[in-house]
């Protein structure tokens, strides 16, 4: 029986990665550890098809060492065994254990030594979050390396390669992929490179060739995948279209077109889009007006991302009702780019004297920390002092909103502490 392509297309070293360039691009952690071959275990977590298993293959490829792949939760005590006595007779073995957080305390119990003395080099692959699921005598034991979804140029560049590799892949075909098929492929999967090539996989062995070419269409790859495009247009404007919609509705407190085009996002598989957007707005445009709701956002969002679809959309629907209809405010990120501003424009000035680190030898000297006042020993817990240089210390970046309960305490108090300042 074939290999599927995804199989056959894994990295043999880690220059053949795609993506992850925080963990294997040169001068990164894990390319460091074998150019230096000072391999240690290590676990990996992130979502399925982003790479878990391709990084344990290149590791093991660019290493030379044995590589062996099983399954905490449906291999053996005895497996481990089989990998123990090849690791003791033949040297390292690099081990890959997928579902590593279902690891159970006998098999834990045996692996432990044979980690220790570095015969085996594990990999642990999981979705789950390992400072949460992993057993602590294993994750003393390793090091936790986070596995990012692959961004939509990641993924083009994998199908380019499956497309061209003849020995692997589907290089043999010619192949004519349209822009908009190629656009929808990279989006729909959702940062999953494995279902990305078992969509192309299956478009290529099920379309019939025509004059000598196999010819694969938007419509083609939508129902390879599984996921209807937004629109058919070539450049994909209106997948843009749809999330400007999505977040101009909320900030415009519709929440009927807010749903609506959560629906259309949600119809066409775009979860990392949802989420992502969700987040900006939840701090770009509630922002003060409501802080739970931003928090709330966030909870909604590590939900979402853990059920997947179709039961994401649940949390997803509570959390866009709950922006929708929240008190707007920008007044906080307003502020921030108010001073960086002034900071870009040279309104800048020397900090000071009585705010300078005076935590070393000779600071006395150099005046620096003479003079501060700490706010917690005061009434109130706060003391008039000078925090702005001399050249901006009238400067006034926040400039509340007048959004509900939150941001109206916080005027208050803003405007309680600026007519008691005289310095």
Known sequence: MNKPLAYRMRPRNLD??????????????????????MLSSMILYGPPGTGKTSIASAIAGSTKYAFRMLNAATDTKKDLQIVAEEARMSGTVILLLDEVHRLDKTKQDFLL???ENGRIILIGATTENPYISINPAIRS???????????EEDIEVAINQA????????????????????LHLTRATNGDL???????????????????NIHLTLAIIEECVQRKALTHDKKGDAHYDVISAFQKSIRGSDVNAALHYLGRLVEAGDLLIICRRLMVIAYEDVGLGNPPAAARTVSAVQAAEKLGFPEARIPLANAVIDLALSPKSNSGYMALDAAIADIRAGKSGEIPDHLRDSHYKGAEELNRGIGYQYPHDAPGSWVDQQYLPNKIKRARYYEPKNTGKYE????????????????
């Open 408 to 423: 109206q305490a916080l005027a208050q108090q803003y405007e309680r502490i600026n007519k008691n300042k005289t310095t």
């Open 141 to 151: 034991r390793t090091q936790i390396f986070e596995v990012k979804p692959l961004s």
């Open 163 to 182: 497309l061209a590799d003849k020995e692997r892949g589907l290089g043999e075909e010619t192949v004519i992929l349209d822009d908009e098929a190629m």
């Open 16 to 37: 053949e990665v795609v993506g992850q360039r925080h963990l294997v691009g040169e001068g990164k952690i894990i390319r460091r550890m074998v150019e230096a071959k």
């Open 113 to 115: 030594p044979h980690l």
């Open 194 to 212: 494995r279902s990305a090539l078992n969509g192309l996989e299956l478009a290529v062995k099920s379309t019939p060739p025509d004059a000598g």
